[in-house]
């Protein structure tokens, strides 16, 4: 799977409270979960400055993904011990918010 793709299912899991909640039932330390779901998007996927990332988004993509970035950052420095626990969070809600957003945009594009 390309970078593209995979940051395409990423914005599908992030888009959705039912999709993270299922994401993390296979997880042997659920507690680790919501750290999990931040570090899948910005550790394993998103690196804005490499040349392949780059290349797989449009100037503008690259821009919301970006800003994608750093919502998630500021999840980062919340602790939560459940993913339901951050669902409430008005932070994570917002980057639920963001990811619904870009994948509607990225489906038309």
Not at 9 to 33: F, I, N
Not at 69 to 91: N, P, R, T
Request: some cysteine; overall charge negative; proline content about 3%.
């Amino acid at each position: 799977m390309n970078i593209r793709d995979s940051v395409l299912e990423e914005l599908k899991v992030l888009a959705e409270s039912g999709a993270q909640l299922q994401y993390v039932k296979p997880l042997t330390d659920v507690r680790h979960a919501p750290t999990e779901l931040v570090s899948v998007y910005c550790d394993d996927l998103s690196d804005p400055q490499s040349e392949a990332f780059l290349k797989e988004f449009s100037r503008d993509e690259h821009k919301d993904l970006t800003h994608l970035y750093g919502l998630h950052i500021e999840v980062a420095e919340s602790q939560h011990s459940s993913v339901s626990e951050m669902l409430k969070d008005s932070k994570w809600r917002r980057v639920v918010e963001v990811a619904q957003q870009l994948r509607r945009r990225f489906r038309a594009a």
